[in-house]
Nanobody
Framework: VQLVESGGGLVQAGGSLKLSCAAS????????MAWFRQAPGKEREFVAA????????YYADSVKGRFTGSRDNAKNTLYLQMNSLKPEDTAVYYC???????????????????WGQGTPVTVSS
């Protein structure tokens, strides 16, 4: 399984970006998927997750109301729409897929066995 993120870049505070995570090698339509981020010198942290059906989403408190996670199972792709970006959102963003099918969403890295290489997001003040 390969996960490839795209859509990162440099944006001013208050701006928007939409990240994509395309899966290949096998379908992940039966797996919960999530976004994590890691800022320089900090641990990787949970950002958002989408259930395998796409009907349920979960967010870190720091991004609630600003970020929206979604998936298109027909395209085997996960998305993260990021609005009202803040400088503290600057990080490398990673997508991940759960290792087992039909599992509940997890908000820690445990259980996610497939990871992308990350896409950097920089928000300037």
């Amino acid at each position: 399984v390969q996960l490839v993120e795209s859509g990162g870049g440099l944006v001013q505070a208050g701006g928007s970006l939409k990240l994509s995570c395309a899966a290949s090698g096998r379908t992940l339509t039966d797996r919960a998927m999530a976004w994590f981020r890691q800022a320089p010198g900090k641990e990787r942290e949970f950002v958002a997750a989408v259930s395998w059906t796409g009907n349920n989403t979960y967010y870190a408190d720091s991004v609630k109301g600003r970020f929206t996670g979604s998936r298109d199972n027909a395209k085997n792709t996960l998305y993260l729409q990021m609005n009202s970006l803040k400088p503290e959102d600057t990080a490398v963003y990673y997508c991940a897929a759960h290792g087992r099918p039909y599992q509940v969403v997890l908000t820690t890295t445990n259980g996610y066995v497939y990871w992308g290489q990350g896409t950097p997001v920089t928000v300037s003040s």
